[in-house]
């Protein structure tokens, strides 16, 4: 069974403070990650995207791949209350039997409080 | 228009009824999905198409008929629905190339069936 895991939370971060989000998958193949934002009654939005080991940096964000232990993670510096929302996970296996197959994490519920 | 749209926004439904989901994307990408977003659970993929040709048909009961006349156009088409089929359905789209493919997702339908 090919699977995403994420910790449902929900994750109370200060105002200000720095959110960790965490992600396992399974699939040794997967080839691209991304991280999507959802609003409470909202559909999920890009906010992240990586696909090499390492560190990839946008604004506040700051995305972690390490393909070795299969896991990717997510900070947000500077937690501000328009953060609160559920990350979703995603992972996308981009081979050509695979085509198309994204799959996704039940998400992590962050709550930043002032 | 812009970005991926999708009607209606809000359908109640008795489980003899048939109606049809919309979705319409004005990117120029070439892969349309459905998703079925229920309450905690991981988003669940529903069926890929590319340049019109469905890919994908995750095991997805026959009461879900998919229709995609065009790139830009996709349907899904409802009857006989349980209620349990009651959850969000999101379109998304993509431009699909090897080892990348972000999806866009239209704000999506909720579906209460009665």
């Known amino acids: 069974q090919k699977e995403v895991e994420q910790n449902s939370g929900p994750l109370s971060v200060p105002e200000g403070a720095i959110a960790s989000l965490n992600c396992t998958y399974s699939d040794r193949g997967s080839q691209s990650f991304f991280w999507y934002r959802q609003y409470s009654g909202k559909s999920p939005e890009l906010i992240m995207s990586i696909y090499s080991n390492g560190d990839k940096e946008d604004g506040r964000f700051t995305a972690q791949l390490n393909k070795a232990s299969q896991y990717v993670s997510l900070l947000i510096r500077d937690s501000q209350p328009s953060d609160s929302a559920t990350y979703l996970c995603?992972?996308?296996?981009?081979?050509?039997?695979?085509?198309?197959?994204?799959?996704f994490g039940a998400g992590t519920q962050v709550v930043v409080t002032p | 228009e812009t970005g991926v749209t999708q009607t209606p926004r809000h359908l109640v439904m008795g489980m003899t009824n048939k109606k049809s989901l919309k979705c319409e994307q004005h990117?120029?990408?070439?892969?349309m999905y459905w998703y079925k977003q229920s309450a905690k659970k991981p988003l669940e993929l529903m069926f890929v198409y590319n340049f019109k040709e469905q890919t994908e048909n995750n095991s997805v009961p026959s009461r879900f008929s998919p229709e995609c006349p065009n790139s830009s156009h996709l349907f899904l088409h409802l009857h006989t629905l349980q209620p349990e089929d009651s959850a969000l359905y999101l379109c998304?789209?993509?431009?699909?190339?090897?080892?990348?493919?972000?999806?866009?997702f239209g704000e999506g339908s909720r579906l209460t069936v009665l």
């Open positions: 995603a992972v996308n296996m981009g081979v050509s039997d695979s085509w198309g197959k994204f799959q």
């Open positions: 998304a789209s993509s431009q699909e190339r090897l080892n990348t493919g972000e999806l866009f």
């Open positions: 990117l120029g990408h070439n892969a």
